[in-house]
C-alpha cells in the first residue's frame, strides 16, 4: 500500500510540475482567445476546452492530491469535502475522456465532411458546438447524483486518497459499471477506433482514390495536432480503467489495489501536468 516514500516522490515530482504546467496551461489558452484567427477555428475549439478542464484539473484537484500526499491524511477530515473532492475528480476526469473522443470523431468531419455538416451556423451549432455542451451538462447532472443523492451510506476513509471513493460504485455494481464503460472504457475504444480509421482514411483517400478530394496540406495539422496528447492520456487512461472494471467485475486483490491506487491512479495527474507542454509539440 502507499508508503511515506512513495508519497514523497510523487509529491516532489507534482509539485515541481505544478507551477510550470499552469503557466503553460495559461499561456496556451491566452495564446488561443487573443488571436481572432485561431480563436475562431473550429479545429481548436475542443482541444481549447480540453486545456479548461486540464487547468483547472492540475489547479483544484491536483491541490487536494498534494495536500493529502503531503499529510498522508484528507484534510479537512469530513463528509462534505470528500464529496466535493470525489465529485470534481470524477467529473473532470470523465468530460477529459469524452472530450477526447469528440475531437477525434470531429476531425473525420473537419476533414471529410466540412462542408456537408458544417457548412452554416445552424450545422455548426448542432454538430459543433452541441455536443460539448450537452455532454458536460450530462455529466454534472450524473455525478451530483451519484455523489450527493445516491440513496447509500458513505464510508469516507480518510487514509485514502480521494477518501476511497462514493459509495454509489459499490452500492449499485450496474451502476458502478456503467460509469466506468460509458465515461471511460467504451469512450476510450472508440477513440482507438475512430482515430485508427481516420488514419486508414487518409492512406485510402491519398494512394487510392483517383480523385483527390481532400487539400491534404491544408489538413495537416488537423490531422496531426491533437496526436501526442491523445496517445499520452490513453496510455494512463486504459491502464487505470483496465484494472478499476477488473476490481468491479471480479473483486479487487490486495497487490490490484495496491498498484491502482499508488500508481495507476496518479497518471492522469501527471499526463494533466503535461498536457500544455505536448500540446506545442
Not at 503531503?70 to 477529459?96: E, H, K, Q
Not at 492522469?268 to 506545442?280: Q, R, V
Request: glycine share 4%.
Amino acid at each position: 500500500m502507499e508508503t511515506v516514500e512513495t508519497r514523497r516522490m510523487k509529491f516532489g515530482t507534482f509539485v515541481t510540475l505544478q507551477p510550470p504546467s499552469i503557466i503553460c496551461y495559461l499561456v496556451s489558452i491566452h495564446y488561443i482567445l487573443s488571436h481572432r484567427g485561431i480563436r475562431q477555428a473550429l479545429h481548436h475549439h475542443g482541444p481549447l476546452v480540453l486545456l479548461f478542464v486540464g487547468l483547472f484539473t492540475v489547479t483544484f484537484d491536483l491541490s487536494m492530491i498534494l495536500d493529502f500526499l503531503r499529510t498522508g491524511v484528507v484534510t479537512p477530515s469530513n463528509d462534505a469535502y470528500c464529496s466535493m473532492w470525489i465529485f470534481i475528480d470524477m467529473l473532470l476526469y470523465a468530460l477529459t475522456c469524452v472530450l477526447m473522443l469528440w475531437i477525434s470523431i470531429e476531425r473525420h468531419i473537419l476533414i471529410f465532411h466540412n462542408q456537408q455538416l458544417l457548412g452554416t451556423k445552424r450545422k455548426r451549432l448542432f454538430v459543433h458546438y452541441f455536443p460539448i455542451a450537452f455532454y458536460f451538462w450530462i455529466s454534472l447532472v450524473f455525478y451530483v447524483y451519484v455523489v450527493f443523492f445516491y440513496p447509500c451510506n458513505n464510508q469516507y476513509d480518510y487514509q485514502v486518497v480521494v477518501c476511497n471513493g462514493a459509495c454509489f460504485a459499490f452500492a449499485n455494481p450496474i451502476l458502478g459499471l456503467y460509469d466506468q464503460f460509458a465515461n471511460l472504457v467504451v469512450p476510450y475504444l472508440l477513440i482507438t477506433i475512430v482515430n485508427v480509421g481516420l488514419w486508414l482514411r487518409i492512406v485510402w483517400q491519398k494512394h487510392y482514390r483517383m480523385r483527390r478530394t481532400v487539400d491534404w496540406r491544408h489538413h495537416r495539422k488537423i490531422i496531426l495536432q491533437f496526436a501526442p496528447v491523445l496517445i499520452v492520456y490513453m496510455f494512463g487512461y486504459l491502464t487505470y480503467g483496465s484494472l478499476q472494471c477488473y476490481n468491479m467485475i471480479h473483486g479487487p486483490t490486495d497487490l490490484s489495489i495496491t498498484i491502482q491506487q499508488v500508481y495507476f491512479f496518479y497518471f492522469f495527474y501527471l499526463f494533466g501536468l503535461l498536457h500544455p507542454f505536448i500540446s506545442l509539440i
